[in-house]
């Protein structure tokens, strides 16, 4: 489903680019207190990356999972290799590999999500981070967050999600613990002002 809603739209849908920011009393615990960037979104439904949401494996893990490299040649990898940074990206093929990457990469396989941020899923680019190669700043997801048709729009309009336009910085350089709050803060929102009944009349 991922690749096939990002590589059949026609044209941005309107929250392409925009981060979700999940409200407190969000009943899914795949997404309590996660930020949310949403790649691709149509008529036909979301998808999106967890930004926020910490992965027990490191770069070299995988690596030696894909039989990349040896364990043996780990010592030699390029210090940026070896601290790449990977986080859950979603409940949805969590056995399945992103990247989400500045634009100064690109590769046949990679898709333009924003004006200067792609989405690589094939080896190739984690071979070229391997090598020190790779893009200037990245995430490796593993998995991701996919929605139906209409199934995201009615979770904003039941109070699930805030949604506000997302920006490299708090994607890529803002340290995970703090990227919930600081992606309410951009709104000029603290935790503590949010309300399960906010924007019922």
Same mark, same amino acid.
């Given at each position: 489903?991922?690749? !096939? ?13 925009? +981060?979700? =920011?999940?409200?407190?009393?969000? &009943? ?5 207190? /996660? ?13 999106? +990356? ?9 770069? !070299?893990?995988?690596? &030696? ?8 040649? %780990?010592?030699?990898?390029? /210090? ?5 940074? =990977?986080?859950?990206? @979603?409940?949805?093929?969590? @056995? ?7 634009? $100064?990469?690109?590769?046949? !396989?990679? =898709?333009?999500?924003?004006?200067? =941020? ?21 995430? %490796? ?10 199934? %995201? ?23 995970? @613990?703090?990227?919930? $709050? ?7 929102? /603290? ?11």
């Amino acid at each position: 489903m991922a690749m !096939s809603v990002l590589k059949n739209r026609r044209e941005r849908g309107f929250l392409d680019g925009q +981060f979700l =920011i999940a409200m407190p009393g969000m &009943l899914d615990k795949n997404f309590e207190r /996660t930020v949310v960037y949403i790649c691709a979104h149509s008529d036909d439904g979301a998808m999106g +990356f967890i930004i926020n949401r910490p992965q027990q494996m490191s770069f !070299s893990d995988v690596l &030696l999972h894909l039989q990349l490299v040896e364990e043996d040649e %780990l010592i030699r990898l390029p /210090t940026r290799t070896i601290d790449f940074p =990977i986080r859950c990206g @979603g409940p949805v093929e969590s @056995g399945r590999g992103f990247v989400l990457h500045s634009d $100064d990469y690109s590769s046949e !396989s990679s =898709i333009p999500v924003s004006d200067d =941020i792609s989405l690589t899923a094939t080896l190739d680019i984690v071979r070229a981070i391997s090598r020190g190669e790779g893009p200037r700043r990245g995430l %490796l997801m593993l998995g991701y967050a996919g929605w139906g048709a209409g199934q %995201l729009e009615n979770e904003i309009a039941s109070n699930g999600w805030l949604t506000c336009p997302a920006f490299d910085e708090l994607i890529f350089d803002t340290p995970i @613990g703090e990227k919930y $709050d600081r992606a309410l803060a951009s709104m000029g929102v /603290t935790p503590a002002m949010l309300s399960m009944e906010a924007g019922h009349a």
